[in-house]
């Protein structure tokens, strides 16, 4: 008999909600793993994955829920709250090396309604297209960020961080982009959505070589950097400690 897995989105933005229903085995786990990526992909402030109708089928399955689950919980800086689970999958969660500080809620429409009152971190989220104006907006953008947001001692290097970002679409991807900038906890996050699933790689050129240096600078100049693959495309993020407010 085959398992079927429902993941269905209820929410994007502000908070995103992902009700997952059905049979989670072997089988069904790159289902949920590709709808935990597509809700992370538009960068919502928090993801609340609804696994109350959720039959874990064995222990494989467990194992299948607390990789897709924990290994995507830093990407980019947005808190996964799993909510609804019963006490076995709390406490194979709780276990599991790489989900240490996972939240868990006993009821998903409390749990957003609690996210929805809480303040919102500040952030700016916009379109661009593919041409070489759109560095020059993104470089205003970020620097009119910092400031707004007492951080204009992160500026320099996260105009050039973002504007690497953005030009690597630009060149490459040749698709319209949404770049997303945020602050967490004194870290400002930015990522870029693409349309292209051609994965970027962090070169490192010879002296003579033109280009490939856009995201070796990158990595060189955060704290952390990724790539999270989508159906459609991907995303490129990133993460800089932006200190104290001034």
Do not use: Y
């Not at 897995?5 to 995103?16: G, H, S, T």
């Not at 204009?152 to 630009?170: F, R």
């Not at 490459?172 to 930015?190: C, K, V």
Request: glycine share 6%.
């Amino acid at each position: 008999m085959l398992s079927q897995l429902v993941c269905r989105p209820e929410r994007d933005l502000p908070v995103a909600v992902l009700t997952v229903s059905g049979t989670l085995d072997r089988v069904t786990g790159d289902a949920l793993s590709t709808a935990v990526r597509r809700s992370l992909a538009r960068v919502p402030e928090r993801l609340l994955l609804d696994v109350a109708r959720l039959r874990v089928a064995d222990p494989l399955a467990l194992a299948t829920l607390g990789t897709v689950v924990c290994q995507t919980a830093e990407f980019p800086a947005v808190p996964i709250v799993v909510c609804g689970a019963d006490a076995a999958t709390r406490d194979a969660l709780a276990a599991a090396p790489d989900c240490a500080g996972l939240e868990m809620a006993g009821d998903c429409a409390a749990a957003l309604a609690a996210a929805d009152a809480a303040p919102h971190p500040p952030g700016i989220r916009v379109r661009l297209r593919p041409v070489p104006e759109a560095c020059r907006q993104v470089r205003q953008l970020v620097t009119q960020a910092c400031a707004a947001w007492q951080r204009s001692d992160a500026t320099a290097t996260a105009t050039l961080v973002a504007t690497e970002l953005v030009a690597n679409v630009v060149r490459h991807a040749h698709t319209t982009m949404q770049f997303t900038l945020g602050l967490r906890d004194g870290r400002l996050t930015m990522a870029v959505r693409d349309g292209s699933r051609r994965m970027p790689r962090a070169l490192d050129p010879s002296i003579t070589d033109a280009g490939g240096r856009g995201l070796r600078l990158v990595r060189d100049l955060t704290d952390a950097w990724g790539v999270l693959p989508t159906a459609d495309g991907k995303v490129v993020w990133t993460q800089l400690t932006a200190g104290a407010a001034a």
